[in-house]
């Protein structure tokens, strides 16, 4: 039973063909061409966009051209299962490739993907692919596939859309414009910024790699799988379905570090922040705030960070007090050189057993006795 058009301007039916090959300059090599036609449903006016790969990209960069020649949006699209737009047939509730929903959503239309081989769940496009073949390919020879390309539009417009269909017996074009036309949705105004969706791995200096780009993380998700959204302005990174960061994208090489991200302990060092690495060191002690500047004063002071967090382990194990002290004593000399301060307070923990502040003293075990009860006493028996 013939199925009834929808409304004017509702529907546009979409499927895949191969033309033929063409020379492609820039792999140097001939290639195979392929057709993205799109029909609408009730004029049956037709657009045609050429490619030589049926990627994800060149799907919708047919779609904004469609777009462009209808000068308006379709309310539905009914494709192929075409990878790029199906990730999964299914009859009932076949999964669609995420960005390809999100552009339907931005563009404003819904996507109902016909059946796995039942070619009548979209037979206005179903013999379009071997009139598109055999009136606008067959027997022509192009440039390259911009040349093709501008073909394809001008026969779409005058050859296909001005002649005589032989199922509405009026000329498509001209159905269209009455009809449809006023129907559509508007048309985009500006480019569509394809995004990319992946999965990267959060690295143990808490960065993914993105486009050969490396981005922040924040949180504990070291050697956890992370979902990215990438376009070429921003970069979305997704946990457990949740955006917990966004960077500005960078070119290849770049990398996009966010403090808030880094553990507090080796921010300083990630960043080469030599003022928070000072005020740390401020905190033990005047003179070993001073030590560190001192050694930091050199046309390189990355170069004496290391020397530095010597000199703040140096406080956390024998005690600020030691540590500023033996500052002191060095700074009076002129001597800078975080080894002779490592020997000074060795030297005088040795003298001073002491516990150091923040030594963590270790409690008596759990059995410990008195020695008093270990003493031999005389049992009266005269032994």
Not at 191 to 203: F, G, I, M
Not at 306 to 333: H, M, P, T, W
Request: aromatic share 8%.
């Amino acid at each position: 039973m013939p199925v009834v058009d929808g409304k004017p301007g509702e529907e546009l039916q979409i499927d895949f063909g191969r033309m033929g090959l063409m020379f492609d300059v820039d792999s140097d090599r001939r290639r195979t061409v392929h057709a993205l036609i799109f029909t609408a449903v009730v004029s049956r006016h037709m657009f045609v966009w050429l490619s030589f790969q049926q990627s994800l990209e060149e799907v919708i960069a047919g779609f904004e051209a469609a777009w462009g020649f209808f000068d308006g949006v379709f309310a539905v699209i009914i494709p192929d299962n075409l990878k790029a737009i199906v990730d999964q047939a299914d009859p009932l509730n076949p999964r669609i490739n995420p960005t390809f929903l999100e552009y339907a959503q931005a563009r404003g239309f819904v996507i109902d993907p016909a059946r796995v081989r039942r070619p009548k769940d979209k037979p206005r496009v179903e013999r379009m692919v071997q009139f598109v073949r055999g009136s606008m390919w067959a027997g022509e020879e192009f440039a390259d596939l911009p040349d093709a390309q501008r073909h394809a539009e001008t026969w779409a417009r005058v050859r296909a859309g001005m002649r005589i269909h032989g199922t509405i017996q009026a000329r498509p074009a001209e159905v269209f414009a009455v009809l449809e036309a006023p129907a559509l949705l508007p048309a985009p105004t500006e480019r569509y910024d394809t995004p990319r969706w992946t999965t990267a791995k959060v690295h143990r200096d808490h960065h993914i790699q993105v486009g050969k780009a490396l981005y922040s993380v924040p949180g504990e998700l070291i050697g956890e799988q992370v979902t990215v959204r990438s376009d070429s302005k921003l970069v979305k990174i997704l946990s457990r379905g949740q955006v917990i960061k966004i960077h500005p994208r960078l070119p290849a090489g770049g990398r996009a570090t966010d403090e808030a991200d880094l553990p507090s302990e080796v921010t300083a060092y990630a960043l080469r922040d030599l003022d928070k690495l000072q005020r740390q060191a401020a905190r033990h002690g005047a003179a070993v705030g001073a030590y560190a500047t001192a050694l930091l004063d050199t046309p390189l002071p990355w170069t004496k960070m290391r020397q530095v967090y010597r000199l703040l382990g140096l406080a956390k194990k024998f005690g600020s007090e030691r540590v500023d002290a033996a500052c002191v004593r060095a700074l009076e000399c002129e001597a800078i050189d975080v080894g002779l301060i490592t020997r000074m307070v060795e030297r005088a923990a040795e003298n001073d057993p002491s516990p150091a502040q923040g030594t963590v003293i270790a409690a008596a075990g759990r059995f410990a006795r008195d020695a008093d009860e270990f003493a031999v006493t005389d049992q009266g028996d005269g032994q």
